[in-house]
């Protein structure tokens, strides 16, 4: 076992995040020290498993995590490497650039060679430490953002850190971050607040009628107000050009609303769902190209309801149906979309099941 | 039994909508013909249980039910009033005032009596016969838009269709149909559009960082683009001053940016996160009122755990929780947030379990 140490570890800010990784950590078989401004926090997290209350004397400690919020990330990472003199220093946080920019100017005289930023991709529009869990990273995706100064001690810990909590590992510059993140966390949470927003100002009668769209939409503006303002503050270098680019679009959109022949609201629209298509499926793997089953359209009530209990029996999911049409023969087919490894199997069981199949 | 009649029913429009509608008049026991433009989608609505693609005689017919695209709602509308003179005609349609409007303008010497709107407020992001279910409407809000010139005898007749549906009947005028839906749906489904539409200009690498609040706000935007142009350009009337009020909040949002000394972000954020708690909870019931039950926090490690189990274990859901901080006393206390009618009894079993509850 070469591997370098991990613990005892010191988590500095006992809510959501920080109690989360405590909880791992332990899990882990190390040893946790918890610290909060307020105690009730670290004592919640503590008695939930997340670590204990008692000081690690400050030689034995190897690593800090700082999981405090934004706008005092730079100021307790900094006094956290004055105060663990041979500790690697981390922050959780969700902004990496700018805390790194607050470091190096305010803290000239902290070295930083033994601090690396990470920012473990997992949340919850819950808060606090009550929220934690010891599975919170598992298979998340967990980015480190070294900087020039950092050393590769500093880096190996962290990245030790990130497997140990179940993480995926990616390594980013800090501001490559930052603007990823506007992307794909903050603009979106924008989105959906500005949503939110504007239902104050909707008639009781009216909400009646929301369905689970309105509510998918704005789901992730119930979070923390608090919070999330000191996340698109701290970000907002990097979010105003989103902003700018999304409220040009609106503009379109509003322009193409008084003109019937402009094809602006559907080029937009076409957009929207290529959009939705861009983003990874889950663990970051790509969509898959499917096979197609292509039978013919019987005339018999109740046949495609047979059909369907037919594919789902032979143990192959039905990914996608869509029905082609032969305006010449004047008979329609349907095309199920399968997984592409169980094509040539499916075609035969359903010809053997009495299916007309192309 | 008093109640008139409700079919035979001829369907017109075999996609989603119309399928469903067929598939749960069916098994009401109605009959039902279903019709579409393309012979394909009705034989397969029909094979998949929604009805028969056999003509029903046209003074047999008692109810036509239109579920055609937006753009041709007016005046397929308009030709089963004229090809069925004695049968009431209504659409499901999600915009009610402009087609009304339509009819008015266009069909001047169609006696509109006989005809009422609705919409039934259920989808799905999928569309066509093939994800047609029989139980689509069951508990949705079904939204009836009665007219100046309504008939009883159709407005019985549609109220009854909503009822055999299983769908929950609510009464609007067209115009504030018109304006509830720009509020709670295609502004959503916009906002949702801007988002998914903005992630093409979005580097790869970048998407890997998404989490499940981006897939929440883009969700719907996976919906057929060609459906939703046309509720977007046939509701613009109502949909125009929602988008520029959100236009006009994102300005605030972008000027808030450059100046960091302003609670406009803060303020915002609030906003929305009491516009999400505005929408009603499932069925239209209004949020509850939680009792809290307190609890001392105690200081050894699983205690916490423990009486999450003890109160799980008493068949009471934790609604939310919360920590209480004492500065003085330097204990903290925790707030458990349950339906108020179990709080005594649980007030006794935690005392009884050990716990000490304030």
């Given at each position: 076992?070469?591997?370098?140490?991990?613990?005892?570890?010191?988590?500095?800010?006992?809510?959501?995040?920080?109690?989360?990784?405590?909880?791992?950590?332990?899990?882990?078989?190390?040893?946790?020290?918890?610290?909060?401004?307020?105690?009730?926090?670290?004592?919640?997290?503590?008695?939930?498993?997340?670590?204990?209350?008692?000081?690690?004397?400050?030689?034995?400690?190897?690593?800090?995590?700082?999981?405090?919020?934004?706008?005092?990330?730079?100021?307790?990472?900094?006094?956290?490497?004055?105060?663990?003199?041979?500790?690697?220093?981390?922050?959780?946080?969700?902004?990496?650039?700018?805390?790194?920019?607050?470091?190096?100017?305010?803290?000239?005289?902290?070295?930083?060679?033994?601090?690396?930023?990470?920012?473990?991709?997992?949340?919850?529009?819950?808060?606090?430490?009550?929220?934690?869990?010891?599975?919170?990273?598992?298979?998340?995706?967990?980015?480190?953002?070294?900087?020039?100064?950092?050393?590769?001690?500093?880096?190996?810990?962290?990245?030790?850190?990130?497997?140990?909590?179940?993480?995926?590992?990616?390594?980013?510059?800090?501001?490559?971050?930052?603007?990823?993140?506007?992307?794909?966390?903050?603009?979106?949470?924008?989105?959906?607040?500005?949503?939110?927003?504007?239902?104050?100002?909707?008639?009781?009668?009216?909400?009646?009628?929301?369905?689970?769209?309105?509510?998918?939409?704005?789901?992730?503006?119930?979070?923390?107000?608090?919070?999330?303002?000191?996340?698109?503050?701290?970000?907002?270098?990097?979010?105003?050009?989103?902003?700018?680019?999304?409220?040009?679009?609106?503009?379109?959109?509003?322009?193409?609303?008084?003109?019937?022949?402009?094809?602006?609201?559907?080029?937009?629209l076409e957009g929207a769902r290529a959009g939705t298509r861009r983003i990874p499926g889950?663990?970051?793997t790509p969509l898959v190209d499917y096979?197609?089953?292509?039978?013919?359209?019987?005339?018999?009530?109740?046949?495609?309801?047979?059909?369907?209990?037919?594919?789902?029996?032979?143990?192959?999911?039905?990914e996608d149906?869509?029905?082609?049409?032969?305006?010449?023969?004047?008979?329609?087919?349907?095309?199920?979309?399968?997984?592409?490894?169980?094509?040539?199997?499916?075609?035969?069981?359903?010809?053997?099941?009495?299916?007309?199949?192309?």
């Amino acid at each position: 076992m070469n591997q370098p140490a991990l613990g005892p570890v010191v988590v500095i800010g006992a809510g959501l995040l920080g109690a989360s990784v405590g909880a791992a950590l332990t899990d882990f078989g190390e040893r946790v020290q918890l610290r909060d401004r307020i105690v009730s926090h670290a004592r919640v997290a503590a008695t939930l498993g997340a670590g204990s209350l008692a000081p690690i004397p400050e030689g034995e400690v190897n690593l800090v995590v700082v999981a405090v919020p934004p706008t005092a990330l730079a100021s307790v990472v900094a006094e956290a490497l004055l105060e663990y003199p041979s500790a690697v220093v981390t922050d959780v946080g969700s902004v990496k650039g700018t805390v790194l920019r607050q470091l190096e100017e305010h803290f000239g005289d902290v070295n930083l060679a033994r601090y690396v930023g990470c920012h473990p991709m997992a949340g919850s529009h819950l808060s606090g430490p009550v929220t934690a869990r010891p599975d919170l990273f598992v298979d998340r995706t967990w980015a480190i953002t070294p900087h020039r100064a950092t050393a590769e001690r500093a880096m190996e810990t962290v990245r030790r850190l990130g497997e140990a909590c179940g993480g995926r590992v990616v390594i980013l510059d800090p501001d490559d971050h930052d603007a990823a993140v506007a992307r794909v966390s903050h603009l979106p949470h924008l989105m959906s607040v500005l949503m939110a927003d504007h239902l104050l100002d909707v008639p009781a009668e009216h909400l009646g009628l929301a369905g689970q769209g309105v509510r998918d939409v704005t789901r992730i503006a119930g979070s923390d107000p608090v919070l999330w303002e000191q996340i698109i503050t701290t970000n907002a270098r990097a979010l105003r050009p989103e902003l700018e680019g999304v409220r040009a679009r609106l503009e379109q959109v509003i322009d193409a609303l008084d003109n019937p022949s402009s094809d602006r609201v559907r080029s937009v629209l076409e957009g929207a769902r290529a959009g939705t298509r861009r983003i990874p499926g889950k663990h970051g793997t790509p969509l898959v190209d499917y096979a197609h089953v292509v039978v013919e359209i019987p005339d018999t009530p109740g046949a495609l309801a047979k059909l369907f209990a037919d594919i789902s029996r032979a143990g192959v999911n039905i990914e996608d149906v869509s029905i082609e049409h032969d305006p010449v023969r004047r008979v329609g087919s349907l095309s199920v979309a399968v997984d592409p490894a169980r094509k040539d199997e499916l075609d035969h069981l359903m010809r053997d099941a009495g299916w007309f199949v192309a």
